[in-house]
């Protein structure tokens, strides 16, 4: 089927301002094959139905929107936890600013020199998640993260290091374009905690392709910059083998346009993939999480619970799906997706979706938006609580279901105080 016009000259317009990155030989394969399935599929629009809900326009464009970045005198979010830093600025690696890269039970390297290997291990992986993730759901925007992605991690986890690894990204010019692309690949029995933190870039593409074998666990919390006028589309593809763990946790506070997609491949026996997300939108905020999770095989479970916090105008998107496929008996899917207005302006759209070819399973979804209970906010009142403070108790009441879902007490613990910190900030 032939391209729509509109759509194919914004594709020619943004491939213009894009060069092919040198390389080996199997990553120019790789970005190679990307740019020919970009160009066959078109970038995203208005009309694509996954993307009804979130206009695409400012991540498809050719220029990017300038975005100041935001001032302040908060401490880093993971600040105070013992970790290997992994700095980023504006999209390229700070070397200066990074901690040195060795640590045991861990080999780490850039992207950007381990495409130039002739043999290397990360060619099993790149672009090779991205590109199973484009069935049944075309996304074009993680395509041209592949084809022209020149910075990044590569990440091969061979143990259990002893602490986590933590991409810090620094937004420092108002018109940066960054485009990252990081692979993990964690082996049998292997375990690794990925933690991120920042806005990056006044645009800002991320894909994170991860591949869990057999017994691995593989822990993902990141907190999204709090520059206003930032905008982010980030995609993370995984893998997971027999038995293994994945677990993702994002929180989000401002940003003009923020749309996080998660495609899950459960392919091993046993599996368990946890997806979980906590947004505060004030104002001109549209945050959009779209996730889309396979079964294909027996025994897996999966949770999807992503909470938005909205007022003063902003928009919230959930898009979730759960796809079993036949044969992947005793499979447990929950999904649920929920917001709090604060306001009548406001709005969220949501998309829950099942799909079961299998009939021993337990799959379950729910979506609900709602205002503050009356009942609980008179409760607190009429003990002397002042109406800002009751709003926050009741908003923190509200998000704790998704910060359990952090395992690690120290990180969910600088994620709370985060969070209380700016819900009494209100900004």
């Known amino acids: 089927m032939a391209l729509a016009k509109t759509k194919q000259d914004a594709t020619q317009e943004r491939l ?47 220029d990017v929107v300038p975005a100041a970045p935001y001032q302040t005198d908060e401490a880093p979010v993971f600040g105070q936890i013992d970790r290997l830093r992994i700095v980023f600025r504006d999209g390229v690696f700070d070397a200066e600013e990074s901690d040195d890269l060795a640590l045991e039970g861990i080999e780490i390297e850039r992207l950007s020199d ?16 991205e590109k199973r993730g484009q069935d049944p759901v075309a996304r074009p925007l993680a395509t041209l993260n592949t084809g022209f992605a020149t910075d990044g991690v590569v990440i091969r986890v061979t143990g259990r290091p002893s602490k986590p ?19 993990i690949h964690v082996e049998e029995g292997a375990a690794l905690t990925l933690l ?42 995984a893998r997971l083998g027999d038995e293994s ?43 959009d999480d779209t996730v889309f999770i396979t079964h294909d095989a027996v025994g897996g479970e999966s949770r999807q619970v992503f909470k938005k916090v909205l007022r003063n105008g902003a928009t919230g998107v959930f898009q979730g799906k759960i796809l079993v496929k036949p044969g992947a008996q005793k499979t447990d899917g929950y999904q649920i997706s929920q917001s709090l207005m604060l306001d009548d302006d406001s709005q969220f759209l949501a998309k ?35 109406q800002g403070a009751a709003q926050d108790l009741l908003t923190r009441a509200f998000l704790a279901e998704v910060i359990e879902e952090i395992d690690d007490p120290e990180i969910a613990e600088d994620i709370q105080s985060r969070l209380e910190s700016w819900l009494q900030r209100r900004g």
């Not at 990155?21 to 970009?38: E, F, I, K, S």
């Not at 381990?114 to 998640?129: P, R």
């Not at 690894?165 to 692979?183: F, P």
């Not at 920042?198 to 907190?223: M, Q, T």
């Open 245 to 287: 763990l994945f677990k993702s946790f994002t929180l989000t506070a401002n940003g003009v346009m923020t749309r996080n997609e998660v495609v899950l491949e459960l392919a091993g026996q046993n599996g368990v993939a946890h997806v979980a997300g906590a947004a505060l939108g004030d104002g001109a905020f549209h945050h």
């Open 196 to 237: 991120e933190n920042g806005p990056a870039a006044a645009r800002f593409s991320k894909v994170l392709e991860v591949e869990v074998a057999d017994r691995g666990a593989f822990h993902h919390i990141r907190a999204q910059g709090r520059d206003h006028e930032r905008r982010a589309v980030t995609h993370i593809f």
């Open 352 to 386: 829950p979706e099942l799909e079961i070819y299998a009939d021993d399973v337990a799959c379950s979804h729910g979506s609900t938006s709602g205002e503050i209970d009356d009942d609980a906010m008179f409760y607190l009142r009429s003990r002397g609580v002042p």
């Open 165 to 183: 690894v933590s991409l810090v990204y620094l937004h420092r010019k108002e018109t940066s374009d960054a485009i990252l692309h990081h692979i």
């Open 114 to 129: 381990a495409t130039q290997m002739d043999i290397h291990w990360a060619k099993n992986l790149y672009g090779v998640l």
């Open 16 to 62: 213009a301002t894009l060069t092919l990155p040198d390389g080996a030989a199997w990553a120019t394969a790789a970005r190679a094959d990307a740019v020919a399935r970009l160009r066959q599929a078109g970038l995203p629009g208005r009309r694509d139905e996954y993307w009804k809900y979130t206009d695409p326009a400012s991540l498809v464009q050719a």
